[in-house]
């Protein structure tokens, strides 16, 4: 790909926007050039990515009153306070930014994977000298073979153990060569799944010759590896040791097993994912079939928000730009329900990639034509069943509100809840945690942590007081900014309060929330969740009196979940802070174990565990550990 010319960025200063960016002006400067546009809102937050052909021609379009708009593009169009954008050669470099852009900054107006996942693969490192298995999400390296995708970590593990136990291929990270062989074996040479080419008891050659095998093996092609099985448990049968038999028996039942999981259909040997498309609305489901080897090895579906003016062809073409972004495999070809706008530009970017020709497929007749369909056929299954169970969840949400509103008294129903709590070992490391509820549901990236400053020892009362203190404080001098900025209606993470407080305990809780309101002028209702002799809501607190929840209701359900978040909430942050404390004093105790080490060390092992875990070898390794610096570890 070409240099892109980062010189062409058009931007100016966000202190002089207001009054120099005129967007009528700044149109008529826009080159005639294939390139990506960014569009600010009133914060100078990026609203919205998209690339064009022709810069000009498309960013005007959205300025113009004769261009049929989507509600969506009309409410996006009245945010935008300014624009750059950023010439390419090419509508190809255009689509490669766009779609890393919008991974980058997920602006409120594109449409965006409501569940963007990563899916696991095994990754076999067959360019080492003694090639392993292991679980990945990512292409790291191009030389190693990949397969999958698998739909769960845990089908992965199943396979890379039953390789393990058949054709004993290693997994672990030990790292050893003929010449420089390790003291000692793992476990899985004394269990028999691994044939120790580390201290030497297996050769390279022989080890290596294990590759085709497990390639087979993960392409689906067990049929050697089942015979061998087979032959073995007849020889321990003729021998008269049962119990070996039964273990290859019960291998071979295992591999029968995945590989049936494996065999939904067969077509002709090739490597291909398979598309269906439903949508209700707003939301949209694509149901994928992964087929390798021309078996249907697993299926997945994501779902997507979008607007009803979006075609299928849009909606798809954006899929694939953000589905394909990143992932490990790209098969030789995409079967869909409908041929792209952009459809030669998409095959160029994933040949690319992939370092092979990709093809995009529009099957109209025969068995493809037919599993296109059948993806069809089960994303509109899988709507119903969103569609429902999404109603369901409205309803009991509604319904615990609406309780919640008549136990408190309030007048309108509580559509922002924030609730609080604090963590600490014996006074120290104390931490708050301030959790977000909206309408009935958590909404995490409004979810707070806080460090507690000021509070010397145990003092729980105290230390809630400078964290309330803390977030509503903040949040008036971000009311106070916007209003100055003239940006009134703005929120921003601290700005919007809520309707209601839920404190995590009694009166106490509540009174130092209360003292805390009414310093800074603010009026909002608080509530304690009085717990019973479990640690469960039993009553809430309301004007200092009990107010009894019924453990049948949904109020309770809502009430309890809160409670019970908020203190996961704690407990977690503290415990990350109190692991990162432990590691600092272990570790800065160590003589010779400066940052350099420190830093080498964490980011092979990770933690404390892996670290004491590790080997001599494993240790001495790295780069930065010497022979010395290694026996002081251990």
Same mark, same amino acid.
């Given at each position: 790909m070409k240099r892109m010319e980062k010189e062409e960025i058009k931007e100016v200063p966000a202190q002089e926007e207001e009054k120099e960016f005129k967007i009528q002006d700044e149109l008529s400067k826009l080159p005639k050039l294939p390139g990506v546009y960014l569009m600010h809102g009133p914060m100078d937050e990026i609203i919205y990515v998209g690339k064009a052909k022709i810069l000009r021609n498309r960013v005007k379009q959205y300025f113009q009153k004769s261009y049929k708009k989507s509600i969506k593009i009309q409410q996006m169009v009245s945010q935008i306070q300014r624009f750059e954008y950023i010439v390419v050669d090419s509508e190809l470099e255009a689509l490669v930014l766009e779609s890393n852009l919008i991974k980058e900054f997920k602006p409120r107006y594109n449409t965006v994977l409501k569940d963007d996942k990563s899916y696991p693969y095994i990754r076999f490192s067959v360019e080492e000298e003694y090639p392993r298995?292991?679980?990945?999400?990512?292409?790291?390296?191009?030389?190693?073979?990949?397969?999958?995708?698998?739909?769960?970590?845990?089908?992965?593990? &199943?396979?890379?153990?039953?390789?393990?136990?058949?054709?004993?291929?290693?997994? +672990?990270?030990?790292?050893?060569?003929?010449?420089?062989?390790? $003291?000692? !074996?793992?476990? /899985?040479?004394?269990?028999?799944? +691994?044939?120790?080419? +580390?201290?030497?008891?297996?050769?390279?050659? &022989?080890?290596? #010759?294990?590759?085709?095998?497990? $390639?087979?093996?993960? %392409?689906? @092609?067990?049929?050697?590896?089942?015979?061998?099985?087979? %032959?073995?448990?007849? &020889? #321990? $049968?003729?021998?008269?040791?049962?119990? @070996? #038999?039964?273990?290859?028996?019960?291998?071979?039942?295992?591999?029968?097993?995945? &590989?049936?999981?494996?065999?939904?259909?067969?077509?002709?040997?090739?490597?291909?994912?398979?598309?269906?498309?439903?949508?209700?609305?707003?939301?949209c489901i694509i149901q994928i079939f992964f087929v390798r080897d021309g078996?249907?090895?697993?299926?997945?579906?994501?779902?997507?928000?979008?607007?009803?003016?979006? $075609?299928?062809?849009?909606?798809?073409?954006?899929?694939?730009?953000?589905?394909?972004?990143?992932?490990?495999?790209?098969?030789?070809?995409?079967?869909? !329900? +409908?041929?792209?706008?952009?459809?030669?530009?998409?095959?160029?970017?994933?040949?690319?990639?992939?370092?092979?020709?990709?093809?995009?497929v529009n099957p109209k007749q025969g068995d493809k034509e037919k599993l296109v369909e059948l993806a069809g056929k089960n994303a509109g299954i899988l709507m119903l069943r969103y569609v429902e169970k999404y109603r369901k969840e409205k309803k009991k949400q509604e319904l615990a509100l609406v309780e919640l509103r008549d136990a408190i008294g309030m007048r309108e129903i509580p559509v922002r809840i924030e609730s609080y709590d604090i963590s600490n070992t014996s006074g120290a490391l104390t931490v708050g945690s301030m959790v977000v509820?909206?309408?009935?549901?958590?909404? !995490?990236?409004?979810?707070?942590?806080?460090?507690?400053?000021?509070?010397?020892?145990?003092?729980? /009362? #105290?230390s809630m007081k400078e964290m309330l203190y803390r977030r509503f404080s903040h949040g008036l001098k971000e009311k106070k900014d916007n209003l100055q900025k003239g940006k009134k209606d703005e929120l921003g993470s601290f700005s919007q309060f809520p309707d209601l407080i839920l404190m995590d305990g009694g009166k106490g809780q509540v009174g130092i929330c209360l003292s805390v309101l009414e310093e800074l002028k603010i009026s909002i209702p608080v509530c304690g969740m009085v717990k019973d002799e479990h640690h469960r809501t039993r009553a809430l607190l309301v004007d200092f009196n009990e107010v009894p929840v019924s453990k049948h209701s949904a109020c309770f359900k809502l009430l309890t979940r809160i409670q019970d978040e908020v203190h996961r909430f704690a407990i977690t942050y503290h415990r990350s802070l109190r692991g990162k404390e432990q590691i600092h004093s272990l570790l800065d105790d160590i003589k010779g174990i400066g940052p350099q080490r420190k830093k080498a060390l964490l980011r092979k092992f990770h933690d404390l565990s892996g670290i004491s875990r590790a080997s001599y070898e494993e240790i001495r390794s790295i780069p930065e550990m010497d022979e010395k610096s290694t026996e002081a570890v251990l």
């Open positions: 298995l292991f679980i990945t999400r990512s292409k790291k390296n191009k030389r190693s073979k990949y397969y999958g995708p698998y739909t769960s970590v845990e089908q992965v593990r &199943e396979v890379i153990e039953l390789l393990r136990k058949t054709i004993r291929i290693r997994n +672990c990270s030990k790292v050893f060569s003929e010449e420089k062989p390790l $003291s000692r !074996p793992c476990l /899985y040479y004394d269990m028999g799944q +691994c044939g120790a080419p +580390c201290i030497l008891k297996q050769s390279r050659e &022989e080890y290596r #010759a294990l590759i085709p095998k497990v $390639s087979d093996f993960l %392409a689906g @092609k067990t049929e050697k590896t089942i015979k061998e099985m087979e %032959a073995k448990m007849q &020889e #321990a $049968s003729d021998k008269l040791d049962f119990e @070996k #038999a039964m273990e290859y028996r019960d291998l071979i039942s295992a591999i029968h097993t995945v &590989e049936n999981r494996q065999k939904i259909t067969a077509l002709d040997g090739e490597d291909r994912d398979i598309l269906g498309l439903r949508r209700d609305h707003s939301d078996k249907i090895i697993g299926r997945d579906h994501s779902f997507l928000k979008i607007d009803d003016e979006d $075609s299928d062809e849009e909606i798809l073409s954006l899929f694939l730009r953000q589905f394909y972004n990143g992932t490990p495999f790209i098969p030789k070809e995409i079967h869909l !329900p +409908c041929s792209l706008p952009d459809q030669d530009i998409i095959e160029e970017w994933l040949s690319q990639i992939k370092g092979k020709k990709v093809h995009i509820y909206q309408d009935g549901k958590e909404k !995490p990236n409004d979810y707070r942590k806080f460090r507690i400053q000021s509070v010397i020892g145990q003092d729980d /009362y #105290a």
